[in-house]
């Protein structure tokens, strides 16, 4: 199959600069009553089917600075390992649960999701790769927005056999992904996140 | 109800051109010394964990939220300033139109001065201005919103800098690879050319990308200038899901 040409450039990145939270989480920003919530800052529904857990992360900058301005949106496939496409025909238009979410971090350069354990995704090679969330960050500072992974510590066997972590060259590197489990009645996983430094985290080009 | 996008090279989007975007690490930007990777990034054609992503239905939406004349107002008066209108086109690189995805933006007031408990420059708050609105773009591509002319402000970084009137943008797209944060500045001012930020971009012809050009046509006569914006998200190598997703 022939592929298209493209006939126009992407509109270039700027940064989302030190004030991100007024335009993506006003409530949080303390701008209240322009919208009813802030937009995925809950993903959890009565009806979401899954295992409840709480992604927590906390960011550093190269400094080991907690970046406390940032913004970060998680997506991610539901309990079966489906991505939730509202576009498709004769879809769900109000699904128990969309995949997505989006959290300021706080003072203390931290976040959390409260959500559930994805299922593990078919990857480009027919394989299954292992349970991961998509993470996306962006803050002043930070010129295009930052594209990675959070994956379990729990799922050794499949983040062996993962299709992206099996392309980090340097297995050090790899465990910049792997949240760390603590036990509970909700496990909570959490990671710490650097943007640089000698624990820097692998960042995506896709 | 829910679906996945086959993973492969089929489905997946034209490699980003990293030079035509900013790089990491840009000196001029002085935030970006300590929050700019120094690893290469990792290369990857997307699998369905990027090819896929969140979508955002009209019922989300209020009538008011594209308003920023109107969305904060704590007495019933609206927002001091230059009334406007921004609106354009999402488009893709095959320059398709994107439907049905969620635009999100944020400014400063008339005076320069955002409402943020960090803000601390001396222009005076509105108390009628929050400086947030979104909307969703219908079936064409098309998002519209009513403000008013956001003012140049000083920022530390270098010791008498500023920067050029701008609105911030947050853009979805279809796909969560296709994530896109930017900024949009006003034809003609002379400030963007002096900008650190802007000029972390190499590229001029990438800058004027970012700059909204006056739209006489569309004024509202007796009340609102227009500005157009158009915003390209990366696009899709293949049409395969032509007949099947929206937008592919």
Redesign the interface.
């Known amino acids: 199959m022939l592929h298209p040409v493209p006939t126009l450039k992407e509109t270039p990145s700027q940064t989302a600069g030190p004030y991100v939270h007024i335009g993506l989480t006003p409530n949080f920003a303390e701008i209240k009553g322009v919208y009813a919530a802030d937009p995925g800052s809950t993903m959890l529904t009565p009806d979401t089917k899954g295992d409840r857990i709480t992604i927590v992360g906390k960011i550093f900058d190269g400094a080991g600075a907690p970046v406390n301005d940032a913004l970060v949106e998680l997506w991610q496939a539901d309990g079966d390992g489906s991505y939730v496409a509202p576009m498709a025909p004769n879809s769900n238009s109000a699904p128990a649960f969309t995949g997505w979410g989006r959290q300021p971090t706080n003072g203390d350069g931290v976040f959390s999701f409260e959500t559930i354990k994805p299922g593990p995704v078919p990857g480009p090679d027919g394989k299954p790769m292992a349970p991961h969330v998509n993470l996306w960050i962006v803050a002043r500072g930070i010129n295009i927005g930052l594209q990675t992974r959070l994956y379990f510590e729990d799922e050794a066997e499949a983040n062996g056999q993962d299709y992206v972590l099996s392309k980090i060259m340097d297995p050090r590197r790899r465990l910049t992904l792997i949240a760390r489990k603590e036990a509970g009645d909700v496990p909570r996983y959490v990671l710490e996140i650097h943007l640089q430094g000698d624990k820097e985290t692998v960042f995506f080009d896709m | ?5 086959l ?2 090279a ?1 489905g997946a989007l ?1 490699q ?3 030079a ?5 690490n ?1 000196p001029g ?1 002085k ?9 290469a ?10 090819l ?6 009209h ?2 939406i ?1 009538p ?2 594209n308003d920023l004349i109107r ?2 107002s704590q007495d019933g008066s609206e927002a001091i300033g230059q009334r406007l209108i921004v609106y354009g086109q999402v ?5 398709r139109a994107v439907p ?1 995805t ?1 635009v ?3 400014q400063a007031n008339a005076g320069g001065r ?6 601390a420059y001396l222009a005076p708050i509105d108390p009628n201005f ?5 909307a969703i773009t219908d079936e064409n591509g098309f998002y519209s919103f009513r403000t008013v002319k956001p003012g140049a402000y000083p920022w530390p970084n270098g010791v008498n800098d500023w920067r050029p009137a701008h609105i ?1 943008f ?1 853009v979805f797209g ?1 796909a ?2 296709q ?5 949009m500045y006003f034809e003609g001012d002379p400030m963007i050319w002096q900008c650190p ?2 000029g ?2 190499a590229d001029k012809s ?2 004027d ?2 700059v909204a050009r006056l739209d006489r046509h569309n004024t509202t006569p007796m009340d609102a200038l227009a500005y157009r914006f158009d ?5 899709r ?4 899901f032509e007949n ?4 592919n």
């Open positions: 109800m829910s679906d996945i996008i993973p492969g089929d034209y980003r051109d990293r035509w975007h900013p790089p990491a840009t930007y935030s970006t010394t300590f929050r700019a990777p120094r690893n990034l990792l290369s990857l054609s997307g699998t369905a964990s990027e896929t992503g969140p979508t955002f239905g019922s989300a209020n008011l939220d969305n904060y488009l893709d690189e095959n320059a049905n969620l999100e933006f944020w955002y409402r943020h408990k960090k803000e929050g400086g947030c609105g979104r911030h947050s279809h969560f690879a994530r896109l944060i930017t900024q930020i802007v972390s971009i990438a800058i990308q970012l915003i390209v998200l990366r696009g190598r293949s049409t395969m099947k997703l929206e937008g």
